[in-house]
């Protein structure tokens, strides 16, 4: 006799990068101004990192900050590895 399976349904994600965060007036300008998981800022900002072709041609773990993008680095270039870190001080 099979046994049934007797599954939870996933509950929804809700804390780490999955809690809704509300960025700045600076961050909101590019990812809009909802409240929004963290996965979906970094997200939204590589959209608008790839739209905008604003990493470095010779080295792509590079991007070279546009004037929106400077407001929330504090200078004309970051790594991607650190971009996070800038990002975590424009949300709340």
């Given at each position: 006799?099979?046994?049934?399976?007797t599954k939870?349904?996933?509950?929804a994600?809700t804390?780490?990068?999955?809690?809704p965060v509300?960025?700045?007036?600076?961050?909101?300008?590019?990812?809009?101004?909802?409240?929004?998981p963290?996965?979906?800022i970094v997200?939204?900002?590589?959209?608008?990192?790839?739209?905008?072709?604003?990493?470095?041609s010779?080295?792509?773990?590079?991007?070279?900050a546009?004037?929106k993008?400077e407001?929330?680095f504090?200078?004309?270039q970051?790594s991607?590895?650190?971009?996070?870190?800038?990002v975590?001080?424009?949300?709340?």
């Amino acid at each position: 006799m099979a046994k049934e399976a007797t599954k939870k349904p996933a509950a929804a994600k809700t804390g780490g990068i999955h809690k809704p965060v509300t960025p700045s007036a600076d961050l909101g300008a590019i990812v809009g101004a909802g409240a929004m998981p963290r996965s979906e800022i970094v997200s939204k900002l590589w959209e608008y990192i790839k739209k905008n072709n604003l990493q470095d041609s010779k080295d792509k773990r590079q991007i070279n900050a546009d004037a929106k993008l400077e407001k929330i680095f504090g200078k004309k270039q970051v790594s991607m590895f650190e971009m996070n870190k800038h990002v975590s001080a424009h949300v709340k």
